[in-house]
Each structure stands twice: as C-alpha cells, then as structure tokens.
Nanobody
C-alpha cells in the first residue's frame, strides 16, 4: 500500500511550468513536515523544498523564486509549483512526509514512488 502518491510530472520545454501533487493515502491521519526531493541520473538525491505544519518553507538555492511548496491540511496533500523550468531541473521528484498513520502512536517517515520531470532546452 503506497502511503504517498505523486502525480503531475511530465515533459516540458525550458521556461514552462508544472505542478506536482502528493496525495497521502487514507492510512495517514496527519502530516507534520513534508518535502520534495529530486534525483537526477548519476547524482545523489537532494532536498528541493520543505514545509512545516505552520507553513514555514525552505528551498534549495537553485529553485528559489521559481518553485513554491504548499500544503492542504484538510486533504493531506502537498504541492510543488514549478515555474520557469530549466533543463537542470530534470530529475525524478519524490514526495516525503513525516506522518502519523491511523492506528499508530508515532510519526514515521514515508516516501512516494517518484514522478519524472523532464525539461528540454
């Protein structure tokens, strides 16, 4: 059972936009902190953006001013709006969350399966 499911990836041209969505399954009761990571071929996974319960946000320097992370607590969803995309943004994007499952008494870390974003020049 996938606890986090990403969607919204695809192939776009340089300068275009995409919006990624991360939906928590019905097995998750609450999300504390959430984030988006990415991994390009041959590179390590890196943190792109994070958001706390109180909406405090942090970004990778190279995406500041172009990407925006938001959350909808009522739906247990997290979004990543990506504008002015560049070829160097090409990667598999992963959703991550520190979340409380139903029936559990402790928050755990969960990962989505990833969604491919490809930006052509």
């Amino acid at each position: 059972q996938a606890m986090l499911v990403e969607s919204g990836g695809g192939l776009v041209q340089s300068g275009e936009s995409l919006r990624l969505s991360c939906a928590a399954s019905g097995y998750i009761r609450d999300i504390n902190r959430a984030a988006w990571y990415r991994q390009a071929p041959g590179k390590q996974r890196e943190l792109v953006a994070s958001i706390t319960r109180g909406d405090a946000r942090d970004y990778l320097d190279s995406v500041k001013g172009r990407f925006d992370i938001t959350r909808d607590n009522s739906l247990n969803r997290v979004y990543l709006q990506m504008n002015n995309l560049k070829p160097e943004d090409t990667a598999v994007y992963y959703c991550w969350a520190d979340a409380l499952p139903y029936g559990g008494d402790a928050y755990k870390q969960y990962w989505g399966q990833g969604t491919q974003v490809t930006v052509s020049s």
